[in-house]
Nanobody
């Protein structure tokens, strides 16, 4: 059973920082891409950032220059460092990973349970 477990959300004042972590566990052959999405109340889920197994990254325009995604392949863990947070960053943040489970030949998308990030004074 493959799962993603997130941590690091919480309440922070505007201008503050938070670091999210997401660890993949279970029977995993390989992890292709790991990333973060977010969903604010009344809005669709949107991509925040992703990182490939080779370290290539991509960011939503709204977070460029403020958020940094990184990955520890040895720990099957992805991080999202969020700086200069704004109230509009408030959302539930979901970890996503495209993985090939052990014993499989195909890539499958997995999701974490979500972690709340609230930016408010």
């Amino acid at each position: 059973q493959v799962q993603l477990v997130e941590s690091g959300g919480g309440l922070v004042q505007p201008g503050g920082s938070l670091r999210l972590s997401c660890a993949a566990s279970g029977s995993i052959f390989t992890i292709v891409t790991m990333g973060w999405y977010r969903q604010a109340p009344g809005k669709q889920r949107e991509l925040v950032a992703f990182i490939t197994s080779g370290g290539n990254t991509n960011y939503a325009d709204s977070v460029k220059g403020r958020f940094t995604i990184s990955r520890d392949n040895a720990k099957n863990t992805v991080y999202l460092q969020m700086n200069s947070l704004k109230p509009e960053d408030t959302a539930v943040y979901y970890c996503n990973a495209d993985m090939v489970p052990g014993g499989s030949l195909y890539t499958k998308a997995y999701w974490g349970q979500g972690t709340q990030v609230t930016v408010s004074s």
